[in-house]
Structures are given as C-alpha cells and as structure tokens.
C-alpha cells in the first residue's frame, strides 16, 4: 500500500522552514526519503530504520515515529536548491521492494 | 553519474512495436529494481531482481517483462506497445536487498509511443 504524503505541494521563500510528512496505514520498518529535480532520476537523502530515529544532512533532518506510522522532513532555512519533488518510500515484507508515496513538490522563491 | 548506466535515453516508438530498455548497476550492486513514472505522476515499483533472481512484482503488465543477466546488467522488455505506455522508465539499483539499502537511480529512459 503506497504511502500517504502531506501536503502536496508547498511554495516558499528562500530562508523559511518546511516540514512534508509521511504516513502508512500498515507497520513501518523504514522509511526512505528521496528528491527528484524536474527530468532527472530521483537522488537518495536518507533511510530511517528505527521508531525515534532522527538523521540529519545539512540543514535537510527526518524523524520517525514508528507507533504513529509516520516520518516528517524538515526543511531548514530553505535554498533555492532545494526545489524538487519529495518522495518517501516504505519497504515491503523483506524482498526490499520500496514503494513511494505520491511525491510532494517544493517550490523555493528568491 | 550516479553510476547507474541506463540506455538509450531516449526512444521515439510506434504503437503495436517492441522495444529493450538496457541497465547496468553500480559496479558491486546486486539488486536491481524498475520503475515506471508517467508526465507529473509517481514513482511505480514494476519489478525487482536479486542476483539474477526474480524477487518481487509491482503492477507490472503481461506485455512487460524482464531479466537480469549473470554479468548483473538487467533488460525490461516492452511489447505491443500502447500510447499509454509513454514513461519515463527508471532502473535503481542497491547494494543487497532489504530495508537498510538506499536505492540508486539511474538516469531514466525517456520512452514515447505515436
């Protein structure tokens, strides 16, 4: 089942903050999370693995809280290159098979 | 370059026609995974293999098929080809399977059928 990303799209000013959440109706073991400019192939951020697990790249960080199912992004102090779509991703069983939400877009303005 | 080799980038078809699109992991990669992406739609798992093996099957339709080669490089065939078939097809590639492995994407096939 694919997971449910909110909201779909967010529109800011270079600087401002943003969060994008991810949510699954089944038991979450990981979550991934990727960003995919317009035409090119998606790029890996980060894999959370454990409920509570917060990871961190730049001023890019993700948490996960396994009992509710669900993973946030944090977006700090927004660049302009951090316009893309977002994609979280929830394996399933143990084959590795990831499955990806419907994609949030973010537009950062100057 | 992520290391993920896609081939051809582009490929301009007609409907009813088959087509081969070609990837190669990164080097030391065994899991190799296929993804369908329509204009402004998602991500859609298609198939996954493992070492030469068949490991897991997305919506995938019976006139696509696939394989990964000993030498770890995969092909996703398409046959009777449909207008609605035109995607951007994705191959992404892991170290091993399971939950611990980021995905690797290679740069995408850009498929159109007229």
């Known amino acids: 089942q694919q997971p449910v990303q909110s909201p779909q799209a967010v529109i800011l000013r270079e600087g401002e903050d943003a969060v994008i959440n991810c949510s699954s109706s089944?038991?979450?073991?990981?979550v991934h999370w990727y960003r995919q400019k317009h035409g090119e192939a998606p790029v890996f951020l980060m894999i959370l693995l454990k409920g509570g697990e917060q990871k961190g790249h730049d001023k890019i960080s993700a948490s996960f809280n396994e009992k509710k199912q669900q993973s946030s992004l944090y977006l700090t102090a927004s660049q302009l290159s951090y316009s893309g779509t977002y994609f979280c991703g929830t394996i399933e069983g143990n084959t590795g098979k990831l499955i990806f939400g419907q994609g949030t877009t973010l537009q950062v303005k100057p | 370059d992520s290391g993920v080799t896609q081939t051809p980038k582009h490929l301009i078809t007609a409907t009813g026609q088959r087509v081969t699109l070609r990837c190669s992991p990164r080097s030391g990669d065994l899991s190799v995974y296929w993804y369908q992406q329509s204009l402004d739609q998602g991500l859609q798992f298609l198939i996954q293999?493992?070492?030469?093996?068949?490991?897991a099957k997305g919506n995938i339709l019976e006139r696509f098929s696939a394989q990964q080669f000993p030498d770890l490089h995969s092909e996703l065939n398409l046959s009777s080809l449909e207008l609605g078939d035109s995607a951007l097809y994705f191959c992404a590639s892991s170290t091993r399977q399971g939950a611990a492995y980021g995905y690797t994407f290679g740069s995408g096939t850009r498929l159109t059928v007229v």
């Open positions: 089944k038991a979450l073991y990981s």
């Open positions: 293999y493992y070492n030469g093996e068949e490991r």
